[in-house]
């Protein structure tokens, strides 16, 4: 399995400023992805981010607010910009696994908007 | 529009005793089933899944349950720990290739001893 890290594990931010959130996986791996949780929600993808290429996005997310970049097979990192309140959430990366369908995640990152 | 849904944000069972999760779909689309486990402060960790070509997959004392006329699945875990106690989700995606994962709310377990 998959050794994830996610850095920072939890950050208070000040509306209107940004985060970026990193994730280093101990292994090669083609696709990454980051999804958020809201409070009380369900986990939501936000995008999938392929080495090399554009991130794609899902529906109700946009380059402009979650720009992602993936440097290389191990890393990633998606910024959360121009924070609000609504931002408070928990965002986590995963990666893909031999299994295809199973993904393995990271310890998630708790952002806090004030 | 959810189209995994988990309607009991919460569950308690006694140390021993069988827990039941219940999970519901709504796309006939999908087609391969997962159920995660998530503790405080983690990431979550996944558990056990079920293809739509099947009624069941057993793993241990965990079981998951397919019935896709009725869209619903159920996660059995027998007996249930202490250990057992955490946040489950229920997930699902279809087609080939990359994997899009949709989600439940989730349902809190507690075992009581």
């Known amino acids: 399995s998959a050794v994830i890290s996610q850095k920072p594990s939890r950050d208070i931010c000040q509306r209107g400023t940004s985060l970026t959130i990193q994730c280093q996986v101990d292994?090669?791996?083609?696709?990454m992805f980051w999804y958020r949780q809201q409070p009380g929600q369900s986990l939501t993808l936000i995008a999938t981010?392929?080495?090399?290429?554009?991130?794609?996005?899902e529906s109700g997310f946009v380059i402009d607010k979650f720009p992602i970049s993936r440097p290389n097979l191990t890393f990633s990192t998606l910024t959360v910009s121009n924070l609000s309140p609504e931002d408070s959430s928990i965002y986590l990366c995963?990666?893909?696994?031999?299994?295809?369908?199973?993904?393995?995640f990271g310890p998630g990152t708790r952002l806090t908007v004030t | 529009d959810q189209q995994v849904k988990q309607n009991s944000p919460s569950l308690s069972v006694q140390e021993g005793r069988i827990s039941i999760l219940n999970c519901d779909y709504t796309n006939s689309m999908f087609d391969y089933f997962l159920w995660y486990k998530k503790y405080p402060a983690e990431g979550p960790t996944f558990l056990i899944s079920?293809?739509?070509?099947?009624d069941k997959n057993e793993d241990g004392r965990f079981t998951v349950f397919l019935n896709k006329s009725a869209k619903h699945l159920s996660l059995h875990i027998v007996p249930s720990q202490p250990g057992d106690s955490a946040v489950y989700f229920c997930?699902?995606?279809?087609?080939?290739?990359?994997?899009?994962?949709?989600f439940g709310q989730g349902t809190r377990l507690t075992i009581n001893p």
């Open positions: 995963s990666v893909e696994t031999r299994t295809l369908y199973e993904q393995y």
């Open positions: 292994s090669q791996v083609t696709m």
């Open positions: 079920i293809s739509s070509i099947k």
């Open positions: 981010a392929n080495q090399g290429s554009e991130a794609t996005y």
């Open positions: 997930a699902a995606t279809y087609g080939q290739g990359a994997q899009k994962l949709v």
